[in-house]
């Protein structure tokens, strides 16, 4: 913005772990990454935070309270409720973006061939940012997932679900990503860390599109590819007793152990 202060690069590491920077920013931001160790080390500390965060925005006052109280260190109020804040502006951007790519798409619909196209692209993008954004994301989740050696996993023998959980230890707890089949919606989960003490953490939460994922008979690609989402939690992961994939109805859809 005109007449704005540029930020110091070292100070816009917790704003690109949150996802909130435009493209341009996030460049600039990646270029001054890949020669500076500070920003690198700072990036691998916030990597579990914008899932909690975006928990948080889309549970407005319902949702998993204990979220809040499993941090380790809790931020004030004030400050919680600026990052929360920031999530959910961000989202809203997104889906006002979309909503202007489809209204445009059916406006121009006897363009034929290149609206096609364009309508195409838009749907891949899921609500916002590129198409090619969107893939890089969903390819960096699996790339994670792939590069983790400790896994687990287990299936449901009612609702056979299977859930793997690649497990990381970091300085501040536990990095995850879950590898998620064989579950249709529409539905909305979270994945909770279960401790050896008793204590509960909500990892990450997403919402599973009617489609599902990671559905074998599934007519459709999007449909047979396994949902791949990151996360963290506070527990060291030797103090964890099992992981549950719950919908927010409260039913377990599976739970792995440990």
Same mark, same amino acid.
């Given at each position: 913005?005109?007449?704005?202060? $540029? ?16 493209? @341009? ?23 579990? +935070?914008?899932?909690?965060? !975006? ?23 004030? /400050? $919680? ?10 989202? @809203? ?7 202007? +790519?489809?209204? @445009? ?5 006897? #363009?034929?061939?290149?609206?096609? $196209?364009?309508? %195409? ?5 899921? *609500?916002? *940012? ?10 960096? =989740?699996? &790339? =994670?997932?792939?590069?983790? %050696? ?10 056979? $679900? ?14 995850? /990503? ?26 990450? %939460?997403?919402? /599973?599109?009617?489609? *599902?994922?990671? +559905?074998?008979? !599934? ?19 030797? &103090?964890? &007793?099992?992981?549950?994939?719950? #919908? ?9 152990? @440990?």
């Amino acid at each position: 913005m005109e007449g704005s202060p $540029v930020p110091n690069e070292h100070e816009t590491v917790g704003a690109y772990a949150l996802g909130i920077l435009d493209d @341009a920013e996030a460049t600039a931001f990646e270029a001054h990454l890949a020669s500076c160790e500070w920003c690198a080390q700072q990036l691998d500390e916030l990597a579990g +935070m914008e899932p909690m965060l !975006a928990a948080l925005a889309d549970l407005p006052g319902t949702g998993t309270p204990a979220l809040g109280e499993s941090l380790s260190a809790k931020p004030s109020p004030r /400050v $919680v409720e600026k990052l929360v804040d920031e999530v959910a502006e961000r989202r @809203a951007r997104k889906r006002r973006r979309n909503f202007y +790519m489809v209204a @445009a798409a059916g406006a121009l619909i006897v #363009s034929g061939p290149f609206v096609a $196209v364009a309508a %195409s692209g838009g749907d891949s993008e899921g *609500g916002g *940012g590129s198409g090619t954004n969107r893939t890089l994301a969903a390819d960096s =989740a699996k &790339d =994670a997932f792939d590069g983790i %050696s400790d896994k687990i996993s287990a299936t449901d023998p009612g609702t056979k $679900v299977t859930a793997t959980v690649a497990l990381e230890e970091k300085t501040w707890g536990t990095g995850t /990503v879950l590898e998620l089949k064989n579950v249709t919606g529409p539905l909305k989960c979270s994945l909770i860390a279960v401790g050896k003490n008793g204590e509960r953490e909500t990892v990450t %939460s997403w919402s /599973v599109p009617e489609w *599902g994922y990671g +559905m074998p008979d !599934a007519t459709s690609d999007k449909g047979r590819q396994p949902l791949y989402i990151e996360g963290g939690a506070a527990f060291d992961p030797n &103090d964890i &007793d099992h992981f549950e994939v719950r #919908s927010f109805d409260g039913d377990v859809l599976v739970e792995v152990d @440990a």
